[in-house]
Protein backbone atom coordinates (compact mmCIF):
# COMPACT_ATOMS: atom_id res chain seq x y z
CA UNK A 1 0.00 0.00 0.00
CA UNK A 2 1.21 3.42 -1.00
CA UNK A 3 1.83 5.90 1.84
CA UNK A 4 -0.99 9.05 2.19
CA UNK A 5 0.30 11.79 0.96
CA UNK A 6 0.10 15.25 2.46
CA UNK A 7 -2.33 15.94 -1.40
CA UNK A 8 -4.75 13.25 0.29
CA UNK A 9 -4.51 14.63 3.19
CA UNK A 10 -5.08 18.29 2.31
CA UNK A 11 -8.16 16.94 -0.17
CA UNK A 12 -10.05 14.89 2.82
CA UNK A 13 -9.81 18.27 5.16
CA UNK A 14 -11.35 20.41 2.36
CA UNK A 15 -7.76 22.81 2.30
CA UNK A 16 -4.86 23.64 0.77
CA UNK A 17 -1.79 21.50 0.45
CA UNK A 18 -0.11 24.85 2.02
CA UNK A 19 -2.61 24.70 4.69
CA UNK A 20 -2.36 21.15 5.33
CA UNK A 21 1.33 21.81 5.46
CA UNK A 22 1.20 24.64 8.12
CA UNK A 23 -1.05 22.32 10.41
CA UNK A 24 1.11 19.37 9.97
CA UNK A 25 4.74 22.15 10.57
CA UNK A 26 3.33 23.00 14.02
CA UNK A 27 2.27 26.99 12.63
CA UNK A 28 -0.06 28.91 14.81
CA UNK A 29 -1.62 30.92 12.02
CA UNK A 30 -4.27 28.35 11.26
CA UNK A 31 -7.58 28.53 12.30
CA UNK A 32 -8.53 26.01 15.27
CA UNK A 33 -11.37 24.51 13.38
CA UNK A 34 -9.69 24.17 10.07
CA UNK A 35 -6.56 23.23 12.09
CA UNK A 36 -9.27 19.93 13.56
CA UNK A 37 -10.04 19.58 10.30
CA UNK A 38 -6.51 18.70 9.05
CA UNK A 39 -6.09 16.51 12.41
CA UNK A 40 -8.93 14.60 11.70
CA UNK A 41 -7.75 13.73 8.13
CA UNK A 42 -4.51 12.86 9.74
CA UNK A 43 -5.67 10.63 11.89
CA UNK A 44 -8.18 9.16 9.45
CA UNK A 45 -5.60 8.16 6.41
CA UNK A 46 -3.10 7.31 9.23
CA UNK A 47 -0.36 9.77 7.49
CA UNK A 48 3.04 10.21 9.05
CA UNK A 49 4.96 13.35 7.86
CA UNK A 50 8.09 13.06 5.85
CA UNK A 51 11.15 14.28 8.53
CA UNK A 52 12.97 15.23 5.91
CA UNK A 53 11.01 17.63 3.91
CA UNK A 54 9.59 18.58 7.28
CA UNK A 55 13.54 20.02 8.58
CA UNK A 56 13.72 21.77 4.96
CA UNK A 57 10.63 23.34 6.22
CA UNK A 58 10.73 24.01 9.76
CA UNK A 59 14.92 24.15 9.43
CA UNK A 60 14.57 21.62 13.10
CA UNK A 61 15.45 18.10 13.22
CA UNK A 62 14.59 17.97 16.76
CA UNK A 63 16.90 15.66 17.38
CA UNK A 64 20.19 16.50 19.78
CA UNK A 65 23.53 14.56 19.77
CA UNK A 66 24.70 13.32 22.98
CA UNK A 67 28.46 12.80 22.20
CA UNK A 68 30.13 10.63 24.89
CA UNK A 69 33.78 10.80 24.45
CA UNK A 70 34.66 7.54 25.94
CA UNK A 71 34.99 4.05 24.30
CA UNK A 72 31.57 1.76 24.40
CA UNK A 73 33.24 -0.86 26.70
CA UNK A 74 32.87 2.29 29.05
CA UNK A 75 30.03 3.84 28.25
CA UNK A 76 28.29 0.38 28.26
CA UNK A 77 30.35 -0.70 31.50
CA UNK A 78 29.14 -0.94 35.59
CA UNK A 79 29.54 2.38 36.34
CA UNK A 80 26.37 4.44 36.69
CA UNK A 81 27.02 7.78 35.39
CA UNK A 82 26.30 6.97 31.95
CA UNK A 83 23.42 5.16 32.15
CA UNK A 84 22.00 7.61 34.35
CA UNK A 85 23.05 10.60 32.49
CA UNK A 86 21.79 9.52 29.15
CA UNK A 87 18.17 7.92 30.32
CA UNK A 88 17.98 11.85 32.36
CA UNK A 89 18.89 13.73 29.39
CA UNK A 90 16.53 11.26 27.07
CA UNK A 91 13.37 11.70 29.35
CA UNK A 92 13.65 15.52 29.75
CA UNK A 93 13.96 15.74 25.73
CA UNK A 94 11.13 13.54 25.25
CA UNK A 95 8.84 15.28 27.15
CA UNK A 96 9.30 18.50 24.70
CA UNK A 97 9.07 15.35 21.76
CA UNK A 98 12.62 16.00 20.72
CA UNK A 99 15.45 12.62 20.24
CA UNK A 100 18.76 12.18 21.59
CA UNK A 101 20.97 10.92 19.39
CA UNK A 102 23.90 9.10 20.80
CA UNK A 103 27.35 9.13 19.63
CA UNK A 104 30.40 7.77 21.22
CA UNK A 105 33.94 10.09 20.09
CA UNK A 106 36.69 7.93 21.73
CA UNK A 107 39.68 8.66 18.93
CA UNK A 108 40.54 10.69 15.74
CA UNK A 109 38.16 8.74 13.73
CA UNK A 110 35.11 9.08 15.65
CA UNK A 111 35.86 12.28 16.38
CA UNK A 112 36.09 13.40 12.53
CA UNK A 113 32.69 11.45 12.23
CA UNK A 114 30.98 13.22 14.71
CA UNK A 115 32.39 16.23 14.15
CA UNK A 116 30.94 15.68 9.79
CA UNK A 117 27.52 14.31 11.03
CA UNK A 118 26.68 17.18 12.80
CA UNK A 119 28.09 19.77 10.18
CA UNK A 120 25.55 18.13 8.29
CA UNK A 121 22.59 19.32 10.01
CA UNK A 122 21.45 16.18 11.37
CA UNK A 123 20.79 17.56 14.80
CA UNK A 124 19.57 20.79 16.29
CA UNK A 125 22.40 21.14 19.33
CA UNK A 126 25.35 18.69 21.13
CA UNK A 127 25.52 18.10 24.50
CA UNK A 128 29.15 16.87 25.72
CA UNK A 129 29.68 14.33 28.69
CA UNK A 130 32.74 12.97 29.92
CA UNK A 131 35.58 14.57 28.19
CA UNK A 132 39.24 13.94 28.67
CA UNK A 133 42.19 16.46 28.00
CA UNK A 134 42.78 18.78 25.45
CA UNK A 135 39.38 16.68 23.65
CA UNK A 136 39.32 18.94 20.13
CA UNK A 137 35.09 18.39 20.14
CA UNK A 138 34.43 21.64 22.28
CA UNK A 139 36.75 23.84 19.58
CA UNK A 140 35.48 22.39 16.43
CA UNK A 141 31.82 22.18 16.99
CA UNK A 142 32.39 25.92 18.81
CA UNK A 143 33.45 26.85 15.25
CA UNK A 144 30.58 25.23 13.79
CA UNK A 145 28.23 27.45 15.17
CA UNK A 146 25.64 24.76 16.37
CA UNK A 147 24.21 25.20 19.63
CA UNK A 148 26.44 22.82 22.79
CA UNK A 149 26.50 22.11 26.51
CA UNK A 150 28.83 20.57 28.11
CA UNK A 151 28.38 17.71 31.23
CA UNK A 152 31.02 19.09 33.33
CA UNK A 153 33.55 22.52 32.69
CA UNK A 154 35.55 22.12 29.77
CA UNK A 155 39.36 21.27 30.08
CA UNK A 156 39.75 23.13 27.46
CA UNK A 157 39.70 26.89 27.13
CA UNK A 158 36.61 27.23 24.98
CA UNK A 159 33.34 29.37 25.67
CA UNK A 160 30.69 26.54 26.17
CA UNK A 161 27.96 26.66 28.82
CA UNK A 162 28.28 23.70 31.23
CA UNK A 163 26.81 21.99 33.99
CA UNK A 164 28.95 20.81 36.56
CA UNK A 165 28.79 19.62 40.28
CA UNK A 166 30.46 21.36 43.37
CA UNK A 167 33.90 18.76 42.89
CA UNK A 168 36.34 20.62 45.12
CA UNK A 169 33.68 21.67 47.66
CA UNK A 170 32.24 18.06 48.00
CA UNK A 171 36.21 16.58 48.11
CA UNK A 172 36.66 19.25 50.99
CA UNK A 173 33.77 17.97 52.87
CA UNK A 174 34.80 14.28 52.91
CA UNK A 175 38.01 15.38 53.48
CA UNK A 176 37.51 17.15 56.51
CA UNK A 177 34.86 14.79 57.38
CA UNK A 178 38.20 12.54 57.84
CA UNK A 179 39.96 14.95 59.77
CA UNK A 180 37.26 15.55 62.41
CA UNK A 181 36.80 11.95 63.03
CA UNK A 182 40.38 12.05 64.59
CA UNK A 183 41.88 9.90 61.41
CA UNK A 184 45.86 10.93 60.98
CA UNK A 185 47.49 9.75 57.86
CA UNK A 186 44.81 10.42 55.37
CA UNK A 187 45.50 8.98 51.48
CA UNK A 188 43.86 9.51 48.08
CA UNK A 189 42.92 7.96 45.09
CA UNK A 190 42.31 10.31 42.73
CA UNK A 191 40.72 10.22 39.57
CA UNK A 192 42.01 10.71 36.40
CA UNK A 193 44.30 14.00 35.65
CA UNK A 194 42.98 14.61 32.16
CA UNK A 195 39.54 15.31 33.53
CA UNK A 196 37.97 17.88 35.73
CA UNK A 197 36.49 16.40 37.90
CA UNK A 198 39.83 14.40 38.80
CA UNK A 199 41.81 17.53 39.07
CA UNK A 200 39.20 19.19 41.12
CA UNK A 201 37.87 16.11 43.34
CA UNK A 202 42.04 16.11 44.00
CA UNK A 203 42.55 19.55 44.75
CA UNK A 204 39.81 19.45 47.42
CA UNK A 205 41.99 17.37 49.03
CA UNK A 206 44.69 18.72 49.25
CA UNK A 207 42.90 21.72 50.30
CA UNK A 208 42.09 20.26 53.25
CA UNK A 209 45.29 18.59 54.15
CA UNK A 210 47.29 21.97 53.53
CA UNK A 211 45.26 23.71 56.56
CA UNK A 212 46.17 20.82 58.64
CA UNK A 213 49.25 19.15 59.86
CA UNK A 214 48.78 16.21 57.45
CA UNK A 215 50.85 15.37 54.71
CA UNK A 216 49.45 14.12 50.62
CA UNK A 217 49.59 10.55 49.50
CA UNK A 218 48.30 9.94 46.41
CA UNK A 219 47.88 7.47 43.67
CA UNK A 220 45.87 8.12 40.51
CA UNK A 221 43.09 5.57 39.45
CA UNK A 222 41.01 6.19 36.16
CA UNK A 223 37.63 5.96 37.87
CA UNK A 224 37.10 2.25 37.28
CA UNK A 225 36.65 -0.46 40.33
CA UNK A 226 39.49 -2.38 39.29
CA UNK A 227 42.33 0.91 39.25
CA UNK A 228 40.63 1.97 42.82
CA UNK A 229 41.87 -2.06 43.75
CA UNK A 230 45.33 -1.53 42.18
CA UNK A 231 45.67 2.17 43.63
CA UNK A 232 44.82 0.81 47.15
CA UNK A 233 47.25 -1.91 47.09
CA UNK A 234 50.07 0.91 46.09
CA UNK A 235 48.57 3.35 48.94
CA UNK A 236 49.24 0.38 51.02
CA UNK A 237 52.84 -0.33 49.96
CA UNK A 238 54.05 3.35 50.20
CA UNK A 239 51.80 3.97 53.65
CA UNK A 240 51.51 0.79 55.76
CA UNK A 241 50.30 2.87 58.67
CA UNK A 242 47.57 5.07 56.84
CA UNK A 243 44.03 5.11 58.54
CA UNK A 244 41.40 6.92 55.63
CA UNK A 245 41.43 7.17 52.09
CA UNK A 246 39.06 9.75 50.52
CA UNK A 247 38.30 7.77 46.55
CA UNK A 248 37.71 10.08 44.31
CA UNK A 249 34.26 7.84 43.21
CA UNK A 250 32.36 5.07 44.61
CA UNK A 251 33.41 2.62 41.74
CA UNK A 252 37.29 2.93 42.85
CA UNK A 253 36.18 2.82 46.59
CA UNK A 254 34.38 -0.43 45.73
CA UNK A 255 37.62 -1.42 44.50
CA UNK A 256 39.25 0.08 47.75
CA UNK A 257 37.49 -1.45 49.93
CA UNK A 258 38.02 -4.94 48.19
CA UNK A 259 41.93 -4.42 48.38
CA UNK A 260 42.02 -3.77 52.06
CA UNK A 261 39.70 -6.85 52.69
CA UNK A 262 42.24 -9.11 50.89
CA UNK A 263 44.80 -6.85 53.27
CA UNK A 264 43.06 -7.70 56.35
CA UNK A 265 42.28 -4.23 57.18
CA UNK A 266 39.50 -3.68 58.84
CA UNK A 267 36.79 -0.74 57.56
CA UNK A 268 36.42 1.52 59.16
CA UNK A 269 38.44 0.19 62.33
CA UNK A 270 42.03 0.28 60.54
CA UNK A 271 40.99 2.57 58.04
CA UNK A 272 38.04 4.84 57.14
CA UNK A 273 36.97 5.10 53.19
CA UNK A 274 34.80 7.77 51.76
CA UNK A 275 34.20 8.06 48.23
CA UNK A 276 32.38 10.39 45.77
CA UNK A 277 29.11 10.19 44.25
CA UNK A 278 26.48 7.84 45.95
CA UNK A 279 25.90 5.57 43.10
CA UNK A 280 23.21 2.91 44.58
CA UNK A 281 25.88 0.14 45.06
CA UNK A 282 27.67 2.18 47.52
CA UNK A 283 24.18 1.29 50.66
CA UNK A 284 25.85 -2.29 49.61
CA UNK A 285 29.05 -2.46 50.40
CA UNK A 286 30.66 -4.16 52.97
CA UNK A 287 30.30 -2.01 55.29
CA UNK A 288 27.95 0.72 53.54
CA UNK A 289 30.32 3.73 51.99
CA UNK A 290 30.31 7.10 53.57
CA UNK A 291 30.34 9.15 50.13
CA UNK A 292 29.19 12.37 48.65
CA UNK A 293 26.37 12.40 46.63
CA UNK A 294 26.15 13.76 43.10
CA UNK A 295 23.35 14.73 41.70
CA UNK A 296 23.65 13.03 38.37
CA UNK A 297 20.43 12.57 37.14
CA UNK A 298 19.29 16.49 38.11
CA UNK A 299 22.86 17.56 36.01
CA UNK A 300 21.87 16.06 33.06
CA UNK A 301 18.00 17.73 33.24
CA UNK A 302 19.89 20.65 34.00
CA UNK A 303 22.39 19.77 31.17
CA UNK A 304 19.45 19.99 28.40
CA UNK A 305 16.86 23.17 29.81
CA UNK A 306 21.11 24.73 29.42
CA UNK A 307 20.61 23.49 25.57
CA UNK A 308 17.26 24.66 25.28
CA UNK A 309 17.97 28.50 27.03
CA UNK A 310 20.47 28.33 23.89
CA UNK A 311 17.88 27.85 22.03
CA UNK A 312 15.70 30.48 22.86
CA UNK A 313 18.33 33.03 23.68
CA UNK A 314 18.20 32.86 27.28
CA UNK A 315 20.62 32.48 30.38
CA UNK A 316 23.54 30.65 29.80
CA UNK A 317 25.41 30.97 32.66
CA UNK A 318 27.45 27.80 34.04
CA UNK A 319 25.38 26.26 36.69
CA UNK A 320 27.15 24.14 39.50
CA UNK A 321 25.08 21.72 41.50
CA UNK A 322 26.28 21.03 45.53
CA UNK A 323 26.78 17.77 46.65
CA UNK A 324 26.03 16.11 50.07
CA UNK A 325 27.74 14.11 52.58
CA UNK A 326 26.34 11.09 53.33
CA UNK A 327 27.78 9.14 56.70
CA UNK A 328 27.49 5.50 56.37
CA UNK A 329 29.79 2.73 58.07
CA UNK A 330 33.13 3.05 56.33
CA UNK A 331 34.12 6.21 57.71
Same mark, same amino acid.
Given at each position: ?13 ? !?? @?????? !? ?9 ? =?????? +? ?18 ? +? ?42 ? /? ?10 ? @???? *????? *? ?31 ? !? ?9 ? &????? *? ?5 ? #????? =??? =?? &? ?7 ? $?? /? ?9 ? $? @? ?8 ? #? ?9 ? /? ?10 ? !???? /? ?8 ? +? ?27 ? #?????? =? ?30 ? @????
Amino acid at each position: MRRPTLEAVAARAG !VS @RATASR !VVNGQTTVAPH =IRDAVQ +RAIDELGYVPNSAARSLVTQ +RTDSIALVVSEPGTRVFSEDPLFSTAIRSASVELEAINKQVVLM /LASSAKSHARVE @RYIA *GGHVD *GVMLLSMHGADPLPSALSRLRVPVVSYGRPAVP !VDIPFVDNDNV &GGAEA *GVRHLVE #TGRRR =IAT =IA &GPQDMIAGQ $DR /LAGYRNVLRDS $D @RRSIVAVGDF #TRESGAIAMRQ /LLGDDPALDAVF !VAND /LMAVGALQSL +RLAGRRVPGDVAVVGFDDIEAAKYTEPPL #TTLRHP =IAEQAAAMVRLLLNLFEGGPTDPIILPTELVV @RESA
